[in-house]
């Protein structure tokens, strides 16, 4: 690459001579440009991100006419009758999917990595990775038709083990189980390639040293590539969990496609929508993102703090 | 010799039932991944009735596939036309957004001193890790109070706010940008706009098609977001305009029989149409995805 023709020799042992002056209007010049790139995204990061988090609490703590409620509108969500039915479904749904994603995830991880030939391991990557382009409503369309014995592809299964009709199939006890299948189907394939690439990262030395003193393919995975993708796991758990408190797409599509057979407040963010637009109290809606704005935030927090997980090793 | 013998016949054994066991772990999850996807691509190309009757993976005819295209477009009097139109200008002018904004934000946050820098660092880095679901309902009431609901604008304006993007583009150029480069395009004259249009833009373009991939694709699948700001069927995006498809199958909704119901296979159809731009994106980027990500990532 051409930086500076050779002409340009004379004017840099010039400016070279003028340093010390040119350097500070340089320097307050960088720090200009620096407000200047910066000014939008302030301002957009104020108005989508700390003016609304804000403007959550003050309607949080206050009542439909202004005035100050104190914590009046968390008991009366928390008192509400839907709130703790809420909370353990969206519970059971995220203990079901974190188990499954950390398992199958670093499992098929391991596995791809293990597989010697090379074209096979690339197809198998873009096979598991190709459902995340159908992320949100789409795959949860996709997922209705599949759980509907009339059409399913995989009807037999279902009614082997005795679904005979969409309805039962999405009995209230199924549906954790149903939306982490879902949000497997959609996610698992981008965390695959994810600690596929971290598994890359561990140096060929170790693991020839890990079977040069006798270790076999399952110990070296145990023992040796499991530790190093300790912290990898972590973030996704992390993320995941924050992911997963917001559940909403699934239930809702659901709901609709049901009946009403899946409630519309199965999850806390359906009922925050329910108090927002079927009840209009923006004050209790508020309390409720409040909460669950408080439970990323945490989440995210002892991330960026306790982040030792992006420092080398 | 010959306990030595068994000893590896054994060993040998264990290898290839082990092997045997992951291969066929794989295989499952490979028909776990594609059965759904293979089987809604043949679910257009049949009618209402052959998708009940015949078998699962047999294909239907041309026939059928253009009439379910028909129905589908059809639909309210080419609602979906309009939704799709939405879904562009809202996820393209969101991503022009972010660009224009988040570019130069990370090269400032990376390469420039000034107050305030590490607030916003920090601000950067907690609103990426929390989920954009949690701030919909905040932003909402915030927009509900200035009255800006069911504008374009509405979903627009916070979807352009894409702090991965902004946090992407700051660790390539506090990382993989010499110093020593931008310090000679200065001495050579540049102004500070032009050592970052000229120097470090061109030098970031895989990391700003990065970020364009990403804003790209989460705009497009947004669905909580415009599905709280839009309150009427014109503004829909195509995910939201999804569920009033939905509402009007009878199959999964007995009430909605009637002049401008759709059948299953629309329903499917609809599904496919309503991904193919960020399938399409998906297919075409692979490569120069991971040419990006790794030159991002490999002079730390």
Known sequence: ?313 | MSALSSESRRANLRGWSTRSVAGIVMALFVLFFVIPIVWLLLAVTKSAKALIVSNPFSAGSWSDLVANWHQLFGFQDGAVTTWIGNSAVYALGALVITLVVGVPAGYALALTEFKGRRALLVLTLVVMLIPSTALVLPIFLELNSIGLIGSPLSVILPMSFFPFGVYLTYIYFSTSIPRDLLAAARIDGCTEFQVFSRIALPLAAPIVALVAFFSFVQNWNNFFLPFVMLPSSDGYPVQVGLTSLLAATPAFNPSSAGSDSVQLPTLALATIVSILPVLFVFLFSQRFLVAGMTAGGTKE
């Open chain 1, 1 to 313: 690459m051409t930086i500076a023709p050779p002409s340009d020799q004379l004017t840099a042992g010039a400016s070279e001579r003028r340093r010390p002056a040119r350097r500070n209007g340089r320097s307050a010049g960088r720090t200009r440009i620096g407000y200047v790139f910066v000014s939008l995204y302030a301002l957009l990061a104020l108005a989508f991100g700390v003016v609304p988090a804000l403007y959550a609490v003050v309607l949080a703590f206050t009542n439909g006419d202004g005035g100050f409620a104190g914590i009046g509108n968390f008991t009366k969500v928390l008192g509400d009758f839907r709130f703790w039915p809420a909370v353990l479904h969206v519970t059971v749904y995220l203990v079901i999917w974190l188990i499954a994603l950390v398992v199958f995830v670093v499992g098929l991880a391991l596995l791809v990595h293990a597989v010697r030939v090379r074209w096979v391991s690339t197809a198998l990557r873009f096979v598991y990775y190709l459902p995340g382009a159908l992320a949100g409503a789409s795959s949860v369309l996709l997922w209705l038709f599949v759980l509907d014995p009339t059409a399913s592809p995989v009807s037999g299964l279902l009614k082997a083990f005795g679904f005979d009709s969409f309805v039962a199939v999405i009995q209230p006890g199924h549906l954790p189980a149903i939306f982490a299948i879902i949000a497997f189907w959609t996610g698992a394939g981008g965390w695959i390639v994810i600690m596929y690439g971290a598994l890359n990262n561990i140096s060929t030395e170790v693991i020839e040293a890990a079977r040069v003193d006798g270790a076999n393919a399952v110990q070296t995975a145990l023992y040796i590539q499991l530790p190093m993708l300790r912290k990898w796991i972590a973030y996704m758990g992390v993320m995941s969990l924050a992911a997963g408190t917001q559940l909403f797409v699934e239930p809702q599509l659901l709901s609709q496609a049901s009946n009403a057979v899946v409630p519309n407040d199965y999850s806390l963010n359906q009922l925050a929508y329910q108090y927002a637009f079927q009840q209009n109290d923006f004050n209790g809606a508020a309390a409720i993102s409040l909460l669950l704005l408080v439970v990323a935030l945490l989440l995210s927090w002892v991330f960026v703090t306790r982040g030792g997980l992006f420092e080398k090793e």
